[in-house]
């Protein structure tokens, strides 16, 4: 599995996962399955994922490469100005 996802050691902590477990990050949309890479970069309220694995390749998912983080972020726009609204998906990431 080639997918990461980065979670501050102090939320890991919290959550009793340790780093290199493979984990389940989950939306109201789907969920992935994604190896856990603990991060001092990431704030404890906030993770992150690498863009650009789990690609298609002639319509079918390229095998053993990663999951595609964009199968769980939902689409929003803001009220205001219309626009897209970037950062409006909340996960609940636990155990795989």
């Not at 609204?85 to 609940?92: K, L």
Request: charged share 25%.
């Amino acid at each position: 599995m080639g997918t990461l996802v980065e979670i501050n050691s102090e939320t890991a902590n919290t959550l009793k996962l340790r780093d290199g477990q493979e984990v389940w990050i989950e939306s109201p949309f789907q969920k992935i399955k994604a190896k856990l890479k603990w991060s001092e970069r990431d704030s404890p309220r906030s993770g992150g994922d690498s863009h650009g694995s789990g690609a298609f390749f002639l319509w079918e998912m390229a095998k053993g490469i990663g999951v595609n983080p964009n199968e769980i972020i939902g689409v929003d726009y803001d009220h205001l100005s219309g626009q897209s609204a970037f950062f409006n998906t909340r996960v609940r990431v636990y155990k795989a």
